[in-house]
């Protein structure tokens, strides 16, 4: 079952023969994309450079496969508990799962351990919930890590002993004719990470924060020995990451849901960033003071104490006044996607037929400003699948979340219903919920369907979309709870849209596999499975 298909070879050889390619010239084009990320790689030393410029070098469009792509995100506790062969006929009977997106590393419970404590526990699997300690669930090979500040011996998840997810799983998963792709996340807990402080993002009054630095050269090193190390010693057929942050801007007026926090932290103001954003023409003291400035007007927003102009025209006039906030937010996601080419440029030098791509977080479908900064056919450049987290069952509260947000900070002179509307409008939904409505209702399989030909339009078939459907991603307990019938739903209309594929989201330990058969239904309807 293999979905690639046969209609992948041209592309292959044409990655092949940038063997030929000399480094000096794959710089150059690494370079190109942005103006930017060739001068920002040299840091990393000749080896790192070379295999992000491959990434950067990619021309040539990806047809789709020739069957669809079912994947599922997996932690290694599943397997632990219910058994690998157990497991996987699960997968594949209720679900039609063809491909496994497995995750080997994390410190979060999102895509580690069992169902999140306070959730009710699904249908299946051990009726307890667990601790999870977080790191690798893979064997490490310490060769990979001379460049890393991170040593490999302090990853390892003590929690299920020596169970490896790739080792233990992939060829059982092969000998049925399953894919593996391996899935790893940047959530990190840094007090369990000796010398992480070596490689943390710092935020604008110089605090250390909870994840990396994308420009530190030591985080770069210690991401892409993991990747090497992986696509080393595993056989995969793809590798999928996850970078869940929004950037400075975007922090910082509130578009990332749940509460709004009480600090607010813009990232990143290092050495290696300050350094980095002169070189690239812009003034570091002038984007800090710029985001010291914003600070204070959320601050005083959020208390009622601003002054005569309103809300909207004072956040704007502080835009015009620093240009510099805005160069600063730009300077961070393309930082960002400069990892994107490195990891892409890394896995691709070790095992050219691998797909490498990105799940792009769920505000890629929600949130205009996210929207505008993850530019589809850019990101497209250093990867060869795109999954955006679609996510329309757990979307409803969360949408309802990011849209009071917004109102309470840049949009306050404007009702949370008119904010919605005005939405509503800029994203072209139609007969979505109320804001009263969204928590419970969720958003429709509409809206999966809308951003699936959204996205689809945007890459013009230059790589395939997975759209992630989201089966009992955790809402509260008197909010949305999902519903067969509605990733039934959700699938189809995925696949109808246009979509190649689908990756059932978040970790198969929080489904209920009466809510996972409802993929399997629309795989049997669609005469998938
Ligand atoms: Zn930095």
Not at 73 to 87: K, L, P, T, W, Y
Not at 329 to 336: D, E
Not at 485 to 508: H, I, N
Request: aromatic share 10%; glycine share 10%.
């Amino acid at each position: 079952m293999d979905t690639k298909g046969s209609s992948d070879t041209s592309r292959r050889d044409f990655l092949k023969g940038l063997g030929a390619v000399p480094a000096a010239a794959l710089l150059g084009a690494g370079g190109s994309y942005d103006g930017h990320a060739g001068g920002s790689a040299v840091g990393d030393g000749g080896r790192r450079v070379t295999r992000g410029g491959v990434g950067a070098l990619r021309t040539e469009p990806v047809p789709p496969p020739d069957r669809p792509l079912v994947g599922i995100q997996i932690g290694a506790r599943s397997f632990v508990d219910e058994g690998v062969d157990g497991c996987l006929d699960t997968l594949q009977a209720k679900g039609g799962v063809n491909t496994l997106c497995s995750t080997v590393f994390t410190y979060g419970r999102g895509l580690a351990g069992r169902q999140v404590p306070g959730q009710p526990l699904p249908d299946h699997g051990v009726q307890e919930y667990d601790e999870i300690h977080g790191g690798s669930y893979t064997a490490a090979h310490p060769e990979h890590y001379v460049e890393s500040p991170i040593r490999p011996a302090d990853l390892r998840a003590p929690e299920l002993g020596d169970f490896d997810i790739l080792a233990d799983v992939t060829a059982k998963a092969k000998a049925r004719g399953m894919q593996t792709y391996l899935l790893f996340e940047e959530v990190y807990n840094p007090s369990l990470i000796p010398n992480f402080e070596k490689i943390s993002e710092v935020d604008v009054y110089g605090r250390l924060g909870s994840s990396t630095c994308l420009n530190n050269p030591g985080a770069r090193a210690f991401i892409l020995s993991m990747v090497e190390d992986w696509m080393t010693n595993n056989e995969l057929d793809g590798l999928m990451w996850e970078t869940e942050r929004q950037g400075p801007l975007n922090t910082m007026i509130g578009a990332f849901g749940g509460n709004l926090p009480s600090r607010m932290h813009a990232y990143c103001f290092c050495p290696y960033c300050v350094r980095k954003g002169r070189e690239q023409g812009i003034d570091p003291e002038r984007a800090r003071q710029g985001y010291i400035a914003l600070d204070r007007f959320m601050k005083q927003t959020r208390a009622g104490t601003l002054s005569t102009d309103g809300t909207f025209i004072t956040f704007w006039r502080l835009l015009v006044e620093y240009p510099e906030i805005m160069a600063w937010h730009r300077f961070w996601f393309h930082s960002q996607e400069e990892m994107y080419g490195l990891i892409y440029g890394t896995a691709k030098s070790i095992n050219r037929s691998a797909q490498v791509g990105w799940h792009i977080m769920y505000y890629v479908t929600l949130s205009p400003f996210f929207m505008a900064d993850q530019d589809y056919p850019r990101l497209a450049r250093n990867a060869d699948f795109l999954k955006p987290a679609t996510y329309n069952n757990c979307g409803g509260p969360r949408f309802a979340s990011f849209i009071r947000n917004l109102q309470s900070t840049v949009f306050r002179d404007m009702t949370p219903e008119q904010v919605l509307a005005m939405h509503y409008a800029w994203l072209h939904w139609e007969g979505e919920a109320s804001l009263d409505q969204l928590p419970t209702v969720g958003l429709s399989a509409n809206y999966v369907a809308h951003e699936v030909k959204r996205a689809m339009a945007a890459l013009k078939g230059e790589i395939p979309l997975y759209a992630g459907i989201d089966i009992d991603v955790p809402t509260g307990l008197d909010e949305k709870r999902t519903q067969p019938e509605d990733v039934k739903a959700a699938t189809l209309a995925a696949f109808r849209a246009g979509a190649p594929g689908v990756v059932l989201s978040r970790k198969y330990a929080e489904m209920k596999l009466t809510n996972l058969a409802g993929a399997g239904a629309a795989l049997k309807e669609l005469g998938y499975a």
